[in-house]
């Protein structure tokens, strides 16, 4: 079936780092694919998303590029905040749209 | 408005008690759905309703029974539960299911402690 393997976490970084959270899928067909951010006490909310192989997702300084050849949808931003300290998912919808499949989260802890 | 409203807040309840969860969205979505969610954990699918109608199920025990109203409100009626079942209630909204490349939108859930 369906998975999502995301790193272990948790990350901790220092204010102004680079941040790379990796994410690889294995799925049929062509799922979309999500980041899922979850701040402290709080649902989860949209952070990106890319629907086709290439499409590059981007919001707030994250960037991700879906990766068919590599099946995987790695989490960027240039220069982290404490502000984005929060647990991160990768997500598929699967082809159909029924179900979200969601990683297992990667904590962020960011210094200042 | 972008919001899923979730009540109430936290619950805790006993296992010979009975209490229902409340959702509800004003997004004009078709299809609504219910995670659980435990700590350090990702959330899991538990039910999904399109256009009012219960259309998965993950298998869930029936102590928990949901139920559709209408297009804009999700109930989670719960009944015997266990100490297991504590854990975060998510309910979460999309345009419709199989709406391929939608996002889901979720509340801030129900915080549910079982004793």
């Known amino acids: 079936g369906d998975s999502v393997t995301q790193m272990e976490g948790p990350v901790t970084l220092s204010e102004e780092a680079f941040l790379t959270i990796n994410c690889t899928y294995t799925a049929t067909g062509y799922p979309s694919l999500f980041w899922y951010v979850q701040y402290p006490g709080e649902g989860l909310q949209l952070l990106l998303k890319a629907t086709k192989a290439d499409d590059k997702g981007s919001n707030k300084g994250f960037e991700a590029t879906y990766r068919k050849e590599t099946t995987s949808f790695h989490l960027e931003k240039g220069s982290v905040q404490v502000s984005d300290s929060a647990v991160y998912f990768c997500a598929l919808q699967d082809t159909g749209g029924f179900k979200t499949i969601f990683g297992a989260g990667t904590r962020l802890f960011v210094k200042a | 408005d972008t919001e899923v409203t979730q009540t109430p807040k936290h619950l805790v309840m006993g296992m010979t008690n009975k209490k229902s969860l409340k959702c509800e969205q004003h997004?004009?979505?078709?299809?609504m759905y219910w995670y659980k969610q435990k700590a350090k954990k990702p959330p899991e699918l538990m039910f999904v309703?399109?256009?009012?109608?219960?259309?998965i199920n993950e298998s869930v025990p029936s102590r928990f029974s949901p139920e559709c109203p209408n297009s804009s409100l999700l109930n989670l009626h719960l009944h015997a539960l266990q100490p297991e079942d504590s854990a975060l209630y998510l309910c979460a909204s999309s345009r419709q299911k199989g709406d391929r490349g939608y996002e889901q939108y979720f509340g801030p859930g129900t915080r549910l402690t079982v004793t």
């Open positions: 309703y399109s256009y009012e109608k219960l259309s």
């Open positions: 997004m004009g979505h078709r299809a």
